[in-house]
């Protein structure tokens, strides 16, 4: 089935959706300047006190009151907007999807399959913060739209370098590592990673649609292209098992799915769309619903969508999104829920045709409420099954069914127990887990301490991955255990590593896969080269899937389990 790009039925009522918007935008970003200039993040405010500048709070005053003038006197077409822009939300597609064609081409790991009689597939999982501006410096993160066409590059960069495994001659516990290259010559840069913050360059580095006018200072500058004189370490390994882990402050090579959440910022979604199109054809963003849920009715109001962000190389066949209805308090304004597709591989094993399934979500964040994500996890294994169990077909075959997102708890926590008890870590394997409550010994939290995000230790990649692999720097940048409420906290138990909350999970399936196939993780990657874009640890794997059998036939789910 191939996709329509508009979520509308027809152009007409794209139309009147498209002029609705255009009557709410400006009181939109009116408000969205007024929260921008009166909240600084850390960075801001160490370079003020650096620099002397006292024009501060006259930016604060002129600023505020402007653009609280400027809101106040844009709220009569906003509403006119809104008569226009709400009830068209319910004959609206939960997304958007976007075709690009491809220019920048990476290796196909799987061009010789039939010899090796082995598949592999990389998958990218990662929280970007990308909320509208003023509401992302809560977070001490600013520049959502910058930050998104930052990110979207760094990941393009880092997918399509060369894959060249080297060793390297050092004491470390480092074995095998990746270099990197960049995709074209470019000049010598100062440091790989290194924030600049004398940003001048006004093309790149200023948007007229986030600030009041050409501004210096305001986001780190990312080098995302590698010298191999100055980075001798990009990646440091070691193997569990047959599995490879790494610390790396590069993206892994040959990503085929990426699945973000909190793309909340629909200029910022688009900007991420179109830099991640030059090598991902297939991006589904803006996921999710708006005005009142359900439809008709005013029992939930949602400002924001999901924040649910997939960019694919393999064509989208069928697509699913679930808005969760149990959220509460400031979690209700945004629809998160589940999105699940269904991809073609491209490959073909004598009659059927190889297709893959991937799940991505966002969970409950606020702490404490562990029964709301334990619901919302027995919703989205029910909503994965049936969609499953309507688009499968006897002539495919499939090759993986991965769940991957932000489950906002973690595995160390004594506040996530139940969460931690689910049923879903008997369905699908968690590579990272040791048990309930238990992580293996190598395992990194993937949340960190959002007023240390600039801290020297923190603010480029390189500097964050060597923070990641010393346990003692990662309890002053890594957020720590949740306790229960007036139990004192005992973290960690005797002869047990400090990890630090791992809320970011890949997750794959094999019951679901087609028999006599065998899955394994080849490599998980924590990647550092988002320092300073946000405040998550990127997560990546390879799964690979062995083709053990000339009868290879699909598993067929039903309520008593797969049945093969």
Wanted: net charge negative; charged share 20%; hydrophobic share 35%.
């Amino acid at each position: 089935m191939s996709l329509r790009e508009s979520p509308f039925p027809n152009c007409f009522l794209e139309g009147l959706h498209a002029v609705g918007w255009s009557l709410i935008f400006p009181c939109f970003w009116f408000l969205d300047r007024l929260l921008a200039v009166c909240v600084s993040t850390s960075q801001e405010r160490v370079l003020r006190r650096e620099q002397e500048c006292y024009l501060h709070p006259l930016k604060l005053v002129f600023g505020s009151v402007l653009f609280f003038i400027l809101f106040i006197l844009s709220t009569p077409l906003a509403l006119l907007g809104f008569v226009l822009w709400a009830p068209l939300q319910a004959v609206r597609r939960p997304f958007s999807y976007r075709r690009q064609v491809q220019i920048v081409h990476v290796e196909d790991r799987n061009s010789r399959w039939e010899e090796t009689k082995k598949v592999s597939f990389g998958f990218l999982t990662g929280n970007l913060c990308l909320l509208p501006d003023g509401v992302a410096r809560f977070n001490n993160l600013g520049h959502s739209q910058r930050r998104a066409s930052v990110i979207g590059k760094s990941v393009v960069q880092g997918v399509t370098r060369p894959h060249i495994p080297i060793f390297v001659d050092s004491p470390s516990s480092c074995g095998t590592v990746t270099p990197s290259s960049s995709l074209m010559p470019q000049p010598t840069p100062s440091s790989y990673g290194s924030v600049d913050f004398s940003i001048t360059d006004q093309k790149d580095g200023t948007e007229a649609d986030e600030t009041n006018g050409p501004t210096q200072h305001q986001l780190p500058k990312h080098n995302c292209h590698h010298n191999s004189k100055q980075r001798k370490h990009p990646a440091c390994s070691l193997r569990d098992g047959d599995m490879l882990m790494e610390v790396s402050s590069l993206f892994p090579t040959s990503v085929d799915i990426v699945c973000l959440q909190e793309v909340f910022d629909k200029r910022a979604a688009l900007k991420l769309a179109q830099s991640l199109g030059t090598l991902y054809e297939h991006v589904l963003y803006d996921v999710g619903v708006y005005a009142c849920q359900p439809a008709g009715t005013c029992s939930s109001f949602k400002f924001f969508n999901s924040g649910l962000f997939l960019a694919s190389r393999y064509p989208v066949m069928d697509a699913q999104y679930h808005c969760f209805p149990n959220s509460r308090g400031e979690d209700a304004l945004a629809a998160k829920g589940l999105l699940a597709v269904k991809v073609d591989i491209g490959l073909q094993k004598g009659e059927k045709k190889m297709v893959g399934y991937i799940n991505c979500t966002h969970l409950h964040a606020p702490e404490g409420d562990g029964e709301i994500r334990f619901e919302q996890l027995n919703m989205l294994t029910r909503w994965i099954s049936e969609f499953q169990a309507v688009t499968r077909r006897e002539d495919e075959m499939v090759m993986f069914d991965v769940l991957c997102g932000d489950f906002n708890f973690d595995n160390c926590s004594p506040d996530d127990r139940l969460e931690q008890s689910h049923s879903v870590f008997e369905e699908y394997t968690d590579p990272c887990r040791a048990g309930p409550g238990k992580e293996k010994p190598w395992v990194i939290g993937t949340l960190l301490e959002q007023p240390t995000l600039y801290k020297e230790n923190m603010r480029t990649p390189d500097n964050l991955q060597r923070t990641l692999e010393s346990e003692e720097l990662r309890k002053d940048y890594l957020s720590p255990p949740v306790p229960v409420d007036g139990v004192p906290l005992v973290y960690p138990e005797p002869d047990q590593p400090w990890v630090g909350r791992r809320i970011d999970y890949l997750l794959y399936r094999e019951s679901s896969v087609a028999c006599h196939c065998k899955t394994d993780v080849e490599e998980f990657t924590y990647v550092t080269q988002l320092a300073g874009l946000t405040d998550h640890i990127p997560v990546g794997f390879r799964l690979s899937v062995s083709l053990d059998s000339e009868d290879i036939s699909p598993c067929v789910l039903s309520s008593s389990g797969p049945d093969c």
